[in-house]
T-cell receptor, first 113, second 112 residues
Framework: ETGVTQTPRHLVMGMTNKKSLKCEQHLGHNAMYWYKQSAKKPLELMFVYNFKEQTENNSVPSRFSPECPNSSHLFLHLHTLQPEDSALYLC????????????FGQGTRLTVV | GDSVTQMEGPVTLSEEAFLTINCTYTATGYPSLFWYVQYPGEGLQLLLKATKADDKGSNKGFEATYRKETTSFHLEKGSVQVSDSAVYFCALSEGRDDKIIFGKGTRLHILP
């Protein structure tokens, strides 16, 4: 248990569906992250939020839409995904400073059919 | 920009063998360095870290020393176990833009 909880753990969705991934942390961290992990790109940063403000959007397609309503919760809204979007989506949080590590959730295994 | 390069895997060793996974970095400033481990079906978790030059991070028998002169942070363990089979990621943080830069990961297989 790392203090970062992701739901659901597994998700299968069709290309026309709309779904959301949820991440929650109660570690008092300021920064929250979405990463995509696939065989082709082992760990790809998607979005960074600090104090609810988006500080990084790493050229992610608009079919992925993040939302950070408060510093403890982070969502990733998904719509009209492609099969190549199938991957493990990891959420992490940190203090955002140089010396402290990030804490990761267990991930959501997404399959797009 | 900042980057982390680590040795390609997979690395396959027999139990009780000596392990080294190489990691080098480029950074514009003075970063902290980290090793994370990812066990099957799990997210990443911190294995060890070092925040200044010549510091040695250690945990669970693993060690890594922050070498500023060679910009390296190689991971070592004297005697690996089957339970060490996992993917290992080297990473750095300069505390700018909240970014943590990860290497591509090295998959380690330990044979009994």
């Amino acid at each position: 248990e790392t203090g970062v909880t992701q739901t659901p753990r597994h998700l299968v969705m069709g290309m026309t569906n709309k779904k959301s991934l949820k991440c929650e942390q109660h570690l008092g961290h300021n920064a929250m992250y979405w990463y995509k992990q696939s065989a082709k790109k082992p760990l790809e940063l998607m979005f960074v939020y600090n104090f609810k403000e988006q500080t990084e959007n790493n050229s992610v397609p608009s079919r992925f839409s993040p939302e950070c309503p408060n510093s403890s919760h982070l969502f990733l809204h998904l719509h009209t995904l492609q099969p190549e979007d199938s991957a493990l989506y990891l959420c992490a949080s940190s203090q955002g400073d140089r010396d402290t590590e990030a804490f990761f959730g267990q991930g959501t295994r997404l399959t797009v059919v | 920009g900042d980057s982390v390069t680590q040795m390609e895997g997979p690395v396959t060793l027999s139990e009780e063998a000596f392990l080294t996974i190489n990691c080098t970095y480029t950074a514009t400033g003075y970063p902290s360095l980290f090793w994370y481990v990812q066990y099957p079906g799990e997210g990443l978790q911190l294995l060890l870290k070092a925040t200044k030059a010549d510091d040695k991070g250690s945990n669970k028998g693993f060690e890594a020393t922050y070498r500023k002169e060679t910009t390296s942070f190689h991971l070592e363990k004297g005697s690996v176990q089957v339970s060490d089979s996992a993917v290992y990621f080297c990473a750095l943080s300069e505390g700018r833009d909240d970014k943590i830069i990860f290497g591509k990961g090295t998959r380690l297989h330990i044979l009994p």
